[in-house]
């Protein structure tokens, strides 16, 4: 049987993308969870991240950074545009 994949955000079954919440270059690891996502959500998401992390990366520890950047995919996942 075949799994069918939808975007969390779009629920769109197109150019699905498993997105890392925390990105890999900043530490994060697959136990920091991911999210299914169609390309355009994904990429809109990845925009999104380069201004949060230009945002926050000066100013706040890992840690904090982590934190507030599942409470932003949370937030994405939620909203419709």
Do not use: A, Q
């Not at 530490?27 to 920091?32: A, E, L, P, T």
């Not at 169609?38 to 000066?58: A, M, R, T």
Request: contains cysteine.
């Amino acid at each position: 049987m075949i799994e069918l994949r939808l975007c969390e955000r779009c629920k769109s079954s197109t150019e699905i993308h498993e997105h890392h919440i925390i990105p890999k270059c900043i530490g994060g690891k697959d136990i920091d969870g991911r999210i299914i996502l169609c390309k355009k959500c994904h990429d809109i998401l990845h925009n999104l991240y380069n201004k949060w992390l230009y945002d926050y990366v000066s100013s706040i520890k890992r840690l904090e950074c982590k934190k507030n950047l599942k409470d932003k995919v949370n937030w994405f996942i939620r909203t419709k545009w």
